[in-house]
T-cell receptor
Framework: EAGVVQSPRYKIIEKKQPVAFWCNPI?????LYWYRQNLGQGPELLIRYENEEAVDDSQLPKDRFSAERLKGVDSTLKIQPAELGDSAVYLC??????????????FGQGTRLTVV | GNSVTQMEGPVTLSEEAFLTINCTYT??????LFWYVQYPGEGLQLLLKATKADDKGSNKGFEATYRKETTSFHLEKGSVQVSDSAVYFC????????????FGQGTTLQVKP
């Protein structure tokens, strides 16, 4: 069974440029998460989807970050414009979802973003 | 607020040594507790979990006990191997329907032959 797939694995961009990350969750998983992991830190939740609905986006910096999950499957996270401080690993995770967030989350390998 | 604190690394051990990585948490309500592991070049993997006080999670020779009285969830292994070298993250998940994981900062383990 394929795990959570993210692309690209690595991305280097200049500041003020836009960037997008893509995530394909495990088949059948209706809950999808985007986390950001700064160097030497643990991941922090940016947004959580239940199917196509963003049910928790309180940590998403909405001035420059946006996300979508059309049709409740794949998801895209976008930054526009990117800033130096956005350099981090962006992790996608998915879970079956019991409506209460109590099922195991499976993580992708992440996208390492470097903003120069 | 809700948070997780882990011992700082890196932790360097010789093969077959005993491992302890300390983890303490602050949370409202009754969280579930987790240990995730990140091997070089790979994504986070769930190592073990415990969902209520006094539960012991175990996997691959690792174990951790949910101690409500000390708000701790220390990771232990009796005899580490070189292949255990990785970054270990302690995390909590609040009760209710958030599904949100709150992670510690991670502890790097290096096991030398």
């Amino acid at each position: 069974e394929a795990g959570v797939v993210q692309s690209p694995r690595y991305k280097i961009i200049e500041k003020k440029q836009p960037v997008a990350f893509w995530c394909n969750p495990i088949s059948g998983h209706n809950t999808l998460y985007w986390y950001r992991q700064n160097l030497g830190q643990g991941p922090e939740l940016l947004i959580r989807y239940e199917n196509e609905e963003a049910v928790d986006d309180s940590q998403l910096p909405k001035d420059r970050f946006s996300a979508e999950r059309l049709k409740g499957v794949d998801s895209t996270l976008k930054i526009q414009p990117a800033e130096l401080g956005d350099s981090a690993v962006y992790l996608c995770a998915s879970s079956l979802g019991d409506g209460r967030g109590n099922t195991e989350a499976f993580f992708g390998q992440g996208t390492r973003l470097t903003v120069v | 607020g809700n948070s997780v604190t882990q011992m700082e690394g890196p932790v360097t051990l010789s093969e077959e040594a005993f491992l302890t990585i300390n983890c303490t948490y602050t949370a409202t309500g009754y969280p579930s507790l987790f240990w995730y592991v990140q091997y070089p070049g790979e994504g986070l993997q769930l190592l073990l979990k415990a969902t209520k006080a006094d539960d012991k999670g175990s996997n691959k020779g690792f174990e951790a006990t949910y101690r409500k009285e000390t708000t701790s969830f220390h990771l232990e292994k009796g005899s580490v191997q070189v292949s255990d070298s990785a970054v270990y993250f302690c995390a909590l998940r609040l009760g209710g329907n958030t599904g949100k994981l709150i992670f510690g900062q991670g502890t790097t383990l290096q096991v030398k032959p």
